[in-house]
């Protein structure tokens, strides 16, 4: 007869129980980074003032005799 060598199931491991943890941080993590950026993406969109701001803030000018001078559109930014 042969004894019965009882060994512990593997989910009883130190490693397993290691690597479970550490993938269950990465995953805490990953959804917290998620719902960080998707609420940082919400308050962008609502705190849109409605205007419509055109993409081309440059105009050019003749200014003095010929001479092409750049001029920056007034800009109203929320600081």
């Known amino acids: 007869t042969l004894p019965a060598q009882t060994e512990a199931p593997f989910y009883e ?13 990465i995953l805490i993590l990953l959804v917290v980074f998620a719902l960080v950026l ?3 993406s919400k308050k962008y969109k609502n705190c849109s003032t409605g205007k419509t701001i ?19 559109n007034s800009r109203h930014l929320n600081i």
């Open 54 to 72: 055109s993409n081309v803030e440059e105009s050019v000018t003749l200014d003095n005799g010929g001479f092409t001078a750049l001029e920056l």
């Open 38 to 40: 998707h609420g940082q």
């Open 13 to 25: 491991e130190w490693w397993f129980l290691l690597v479970m943890a550490l993938s269950s941080l």
